[in-house]
T-cell receptor, first 113, second 112 residues
């Protein structure tokens, strides 16, 4: 079945630094790639997404890049702030006798001031 | 206005019991899901429902059964609860395939 690999599992940065989280997927038919942020005890919330016909998308301090040939996509957070500390999940839509959003195992980002 | 709601928020029960978790969305979405988040935070797809039809069912024990009385509701019924069922269960919905999924607040299930 589809597999979404996410690295690193933990990431610690200083406030103001950049953070990069990388994911790879196995299903070449995947065409939608969202990123979610989950704070402790809260629900996952969509922060940015990208479709397969786009190579890069930005929203203020957050950007996502997609390389369909290599089947990997990345989340970039610039000028990190303590409130960016959370677990981040990448995901990919796959068709497996239907459709589903498959998640990576998450990256715990810690931003220290 | 809550987009995706779940009840109860917490559920503590004994092994062997049967329990249900309810989910409702008021977004007019066509697709609803159940995810299980274990202690390691891994989000695993359990079920997807599109227009009340089950379209994916991962390797989930048949003790778990989704029930959708209408397009706005997808309930999760669990029979003969086991210790390993302890987790947070999230309901989610999306407008269509390959669209953003909106999550409910989660139900923390503890099996004693």
């Amino acid at each position: 079945g589809e597999n979404v690999e996410q690295h690193p599992s933990t990431l610690s940065v200083q406030e103001g630094d950049s953070a990069v989280i990388k994911c790879t997927y196995s299903d070449s038919a995947s065409n939608y790639f969202p990123w979610y942020k989950q704070e402790l005890g809260k629900r996952p919330q969509l922060i940015i997404d990208i479709r397969s016909n786009v190579g890069e998308k930005k929203d203020q301090r957050i950007a996502v890049t997609l390389n369909k040939t290599a089947k990997h996509f990345s989340l970039h957070i610039t000028e990190t702030q303590p409130e960016d500390s959370a677990v981040y999940f990448c995901a990919a839509w796959v068709n497996q006798a239907g459709t589903a959003l498959i998640f990576g195992k998450g990256t715990t980002l810690s931003v220290s001031s | 206005d809550t987009a995706v709601s779940q009840t109860p928020k917490y559920l503590v029960t004994q092994m062997g019991n049967d329990k249900s978790i309810k989910c409702e969305q008021n977004l007019g979405h066509d697709t609803m899901y159940w995810y299980k988040q274990d202690s390691k935070k891994f989000l695993k797809i359990m079920f997807s429902y599109n227009n009340k039809e089950l379209i994916i069912n991962e390797t989930v024990p048949n003790r778990f059964s989704p029930k959708s009385p209408d397009k706005a509701h997808l309930n999760l019924h669990i029979n003969s609860l086991e210790l390993g069922d302890s987790a947070v269960y999230f309901c989610a919905s999306s407008h269509s395939i390959a669209a953003p999924a909106i999550f409910g607040p989660g139900t923390r299930l503890t099996v004693l």
